[in-house]
């Protein structure tokens, strides 16, 4: 395996497999200090997996080897053998690889869900100026952070809960609160010049993935159903189900299916703030 074929099947692969952008840097990483020597890599694999005592990081490097060597290769085996001593019972990491897209924003926009707007369905109505319990909006109830690999969270494992029904989706939403907008910079795609500092670079993909979740503050929330509830960039009120609080103005990004919770983790992070519609 040459450095140039690790570096070619990056640049073609579609980065959308559960895990995060460290793993996809140390993966590629063998193709580089291994100078192309592909016993190299397999050594520099071993020793890392020999190394791994959290089942979680032996599992994503499996998945991230799965992305850049192919489903089949050793190096997948050697870390998916590892995560499976550490306690992991799930299907092989090239598995996810053969279903085709499978978040919502990575779909051709003729193809991403469209509400019926002739359902009546809830639209926000809230003066944000000051509270009232006659706004109209959406009720929804605080699950707390709920990690997207193994499903717990502080009120129940989403998983366990949902995933016999087959028919639950996540909407992805993101606090526009706070955003800093020189985020715009990150993803400049202008070539950097001599002299400029590395914070004004082009960045890698991975590198603006990671950089997103420091900017933006994204939510996830359940609902029963095969589609979501709302359209990719929809904005909407949220108030709490119980108490009637406010509890924010978001904009909708992103869905998927429940089964396919874990692909959220590259793009968003590992562990969200999640919600249920009630």
Known sequence: MKAKFVSESLNKSKIQEAYEPKDLKRVRDFGIKSGGNYQKEIALAQRMANTLTNMDKA?????AAAEVYGEQNEIVEIFYKKA??????????????????????????????????????????????????????????????????????????????WLSDNS?????????????????????????????SSILKPKSREEIEKSKRSFFNYKVIFTSGSTPLQEIGEKQDFYHDQNGNHIGYWEMVDYVSLENLKELILPYGKKINGYVYK
């Open 168 to 196: 639950t989706t996540v909407e992805v939403w993101r606090d526009n609160k706070g955003i800093n907008t020189s985020y715009i910079d990150v993803e400049s795609k202008t070539p950097a010049t001599t002299g400029l």
């Open 59 to 63: 599992i994503g490097r499996a998945e």
């Open 84 to 161: 499976k001593e550490l306690g992991f019972t799930g299907p092989p990491p090239g598995e996810r690889l053969k279903g085709g897209i499978k978040l919502g924003s990575k779909l051709p926009k003729e193809q991403q869900y469209k509400r019926d707007r002739t359902s009546g369905f809830r639209t926000s109505n809230y003066s944000r100026s000051r509270r009232s319990v006659a706004w109209r909006g959406n009720p929804i109830l605080p699950l707390g952070k709920v990690d997207l690999r193994s499903g717990d969270s502080p009120m129940f494992n989403v998983y366990d809960t």
